[in-house]
């Protein structure tokens, strides 16, 4: 599928391709408006039990629906990135947790998505009883020597410096 974008959003005229700062862009050659393209921010969590194991969670949605992956989202204009996560664990899983640490910031490209920031956080189980929620089919906590095959690179780096502690 082809995202890209065509008319200006602000006047409707046909975008042109431009080089701007060494970066192809599309602008308007009416009003000026320039699309500027950037990685989409986004949050992952690493959660782990008293027994070691991990959080994951079996994706709903694409990038890599069906697939086991830790809980994760999009963070949302008017949220801090520890409330995005705090959030998302919840909307996924129905447990309620508070960040702990910043793991790291990757970036992964996933087809639908050209460029998506993950900022890896730690949350510690407050309360609540694991449901798989919105956008998941299944959340289930899987000791480390048992861990599925997990699609995003940024999530299995998350997890391995997460370990480390
Ligand atoms: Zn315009």
Redesign the pocket.
């Known amino acids: 599928m082809n995202t890209e974008i065509k008319y200006?959003?602000?006047?409707?005229?046909l975008?042109k391709k431009k080089k701007l700062e060494e970066y192809p862009r599309l602008v308007?050659?009416?009003?000026?408006?320039i699309n500027y393209e950037n990685p989409i921010p986004s949050v992952a969590i690493l959660l782990k039990n008293q027994n070691n194991e991990i959080l994951l969670v079996k994706r709903g949605v694409e990038p890599e629906k069906g697939k086991w992956a830790l809980p994760s989202g999009f963070i949302e204009v008017e949220e801090t990135t520890e409330d995005a996560a705090t959030r998302e664990l919840k909307e996924e899983t129905n447990l309620r947790g508070k960040t702990k640490r910043l793991i790291g910031v990757y970036t992964e490209h996933p087809e639908i998505y050209k460029s998506v920031l993950v900022i890896g956080y730690e949350v510690e189980f407050i309360s609540g009883s694991l449901l798989a929620g919105s956008d998941c089919s299944g959340a289930k906590f899987f000791p480390l020597e048992e861990l599925p095959p997990i699609p995003f690179s940024s999530h299995r780096k998350i997890i391995k410096e997460g370990l480390k502690d």
């Open positions: 200006c959003p602000m006047c409707r005229t975008l308007c050659p009416e009003c000026g408006w």
